[in-house]
């Protein structure tokens, strides 16, 4: 593909699917602005991007924080002018999965970071998308929330769903517009997220998972696609499924 300049916001860019994803752009010539809350890890990947000869800009916040999302659009536009893709990708998990043990704490922050976030920073986006007839939404979800999953836990899995949901409302609102909207649904990728399961995958477990960089290049190509074409959904798989009985803790 020849190289692009296209304005591409990742929310959640600091490492994993997000961090991978910046770089896959950003060496084909596109101008990437990454979000997150840990502003060590923006500054690496920024750093990372730029040693290349690529164009990295960050913004420090939460993306379920209204005031940030709209300032950061905001100043997005005016350096840039136009917005062409946004990666919603900003999402955990939390400690407790099942029904008993999950507090509201646990649902509030990750229905926060999957499905709020993901709706903030779409509708701050949409206007100058529309304005332009012309953008991609990508929303990262989960084969998790195609289906109710143990591991996955209510939390995570809930909001999924609902980003999901989200996704195929915003294909139908958009359908006389040249905006596009795709739920990307993984199964499991090694990335820092496997860290807040109750059980931590072992090395020899993650082996077997897909990997954020294959994410990526599907991503890439996704956003490679014609105007006129249009996927609304993906989902990724690990090729080779691993058994997951020894990690899953269900109430007594």
């Known amino acids: 593909m020849a190289k692009t300049n296209r304005n591409i916001i990742i929310t959640g860019g600091g490492s994993g699917i997000g961090m991978e994803t910046a770089i896959k752009f950003a060496n084909n010539g596109d101008n990437i602005i990454i979000t997150g809350r840990t502003e060590s890890k ?23 924080d209204p005031v940030f999302v709209e300032k950061t659009v905001e100043d997005v536009i005016k350096k840039h002018r136009k ?8 999402g955990h998990s939390s400690k407790n999965r099942n029904t008993q043990n999950t507090e509201l704490e646990d649902i509030v922050n ?23 007839n012309n953008g991609l939404i990508i929303n990262i979800s989960s084969v998790a929330g195609l289906s109710g999953s143990p591991i996955a836990g ?20 958009l359908k006389n517009t040249m905006v596009k909207a795709t739920a990307i649904m993984p199964g499991e990728v090694d990335t820092p997220i496997m860290d807040q399961r109750p059980v931590v995958p072992s090395e020899e477990g993650r082996k077997s998972m897909a990997k954020s960089v294959d994410v990526a290049e ?3 190509s996704l956003a490679s696609l ?27």
């Open 42 to 64: 923006l500054i690496e990947v920024s750093k990372n991007i730029k040693q290349n000869n690529g164009n990295c800009t960050y913004y420090v916040g939460d993306v379920a």
């Open 83 to 90: 917005i062409d893709i946004l990666m919603n990708n900003a």
């Open 110 to 132: 990750v229905f926060n970071s999957n499905l709020v976030g993901t709706v903030l920073f779409t509708q701050a986006v949409l206007k100058n998308m529309k304005s332009h």
């Open 154 to 173: 209510l939390s995570y899995g809930a909001a999924k769903a609902a980003v999901i949901n989200f996704t195929e409302y915003l294909n139908i609102e």
């Open 218 to 220: 599907t991503i890439f």
């Open 226 to 252: 014609s105007e006129s074409t249009s996927i609304h959904s993906m989902v990724i798989m690990p090729n080779k499924m691993r058994n997951v009985n020894s990690e899953i803790i269900m109430p007594e």
